[in-house]
């Protein structure tokens, strides 16, 4: 909400889900899975949830996080759609220390949140906007 507030995005919506919710169970499964995140987030804010678990080396993780870079480069969420992934902090560099190269040009800022409340949060993404 507060992205919108600002001006920055079109929407004040959020979705999310989770690294395995973008996962198919077939081939080509995945592939519509993360065009349906995306599609929900246009213009708001898509949050992925244990997202270290595409980088877990399976045929549906890597296909779900090249179909999210990209979704993410494509005009309608370029600048205008904004990815979150969150999950563990080691596990999170694991993940993007092996995943496709694109993924760490999308994702060049990042907040390692300690163990805040929600006023916590809100009063550090103040400061950062």
């Not at 080396?57 to 979150?84: C, N, W, Y």
Request: glycine share 8%; aromatic share 6%.
């Amino acid at each position: 909400r507060m992205l919108h507030e600002l001006g920055m995005l079109a929407k004040d919506t959020l979705t999310t889900c989770s690294g395995l919710d973008l996962q198919g169970s077939y081939v080509g499964q995945t592939k519509d899975k993360v065009n349906e995140a995306m599609s929900e987030a246009q213009g708001g804010v898509l949050f992925v949830d244990e997202a270290y678990t595409l980088g877990q080396g399976t045929i549906f993780a890597q296909e779900a996080l090249d179909q999210l870079v990209a979704k993410m480069t494509e005009p309608e969420h370029l600048s205008r759609t904004v990815v979150i992934l969150a999950g563990y902090q080691e596990p999170m560099e694991r993940m993007l220390a092996g995943a496709n190269p694109g993924i760490k040009s999308r994702f060049t800022d990042r907040i390692d949140f300690p163990d805040w409340d929600s006023a916590d949060c809100v009063a550090d993404l103040r400061a950062r906007c």
